[in-house]
């Protein structure tokens, strides 16, 4: 299973973007989806997540700007940032929490993470 990151960048205080997140290969089903973001020199922390029956959940710290949304059908997670302030640099990382087969465990897998910087 591979995670691929879209829709990083820079982009002024104020601004949005759109980030995207594919999983492809053999997957069964996916449970929760989610994003993450680390910033320099700090600890990974959550930003969103999204259940299969589309229950959100979001850090305090983003609340109201940005918005977590999924496409079961091309097992894809989004995430659309507004309002972007300096403090959301970092780098932007998605997990999804999947079988592979029905007999599977459910794991998690990481996407290769993709940039965001916000200038003042």
């Known amino acids: 299973v591979q995670l691929q990151a879209s829709g990083g960048g820079l982009v002024q205080a104020g601004g949005s973007l759109r980030l995207s997140c594919a999983a492809s290969?053999?997957?069964?089903?996916?449970?929760?989806m989610g994003w993450y973001r680390q910033a320099q020199g700090k600890e990974r922390e959550l930003v969103a997540t999204?259940?299969?029956?589309?229950?959100?959940n979001y850090a305090d710290s983003v609340k109201g700007r940005f918005t977590i949304s999924r496409d079961n059908a091309k097992n894809t997670v989004y995430l659309q940032m507004n309002s972007l302030k300096p403090e959301d640099t970092a780098v932007y990382y998605c997990?999804?929490?999947?079988?592979?087969?029905?007999?599977?465990?459910?794991?998690?897998?990481w996407g290769q993470g993709t940039q965001v910087t916000v200038s003042s």
């Open positions: 997990r999804f929490r999947l079988k592979r087969r029905s007999y599977s465990t459910l794991n998690d897998y």
């Open positions: 290969g053999s997957i069964f089903s996916i449970n929760d």
């Open positions: 999204i259940t299969s029956g589309g229950s959100t």
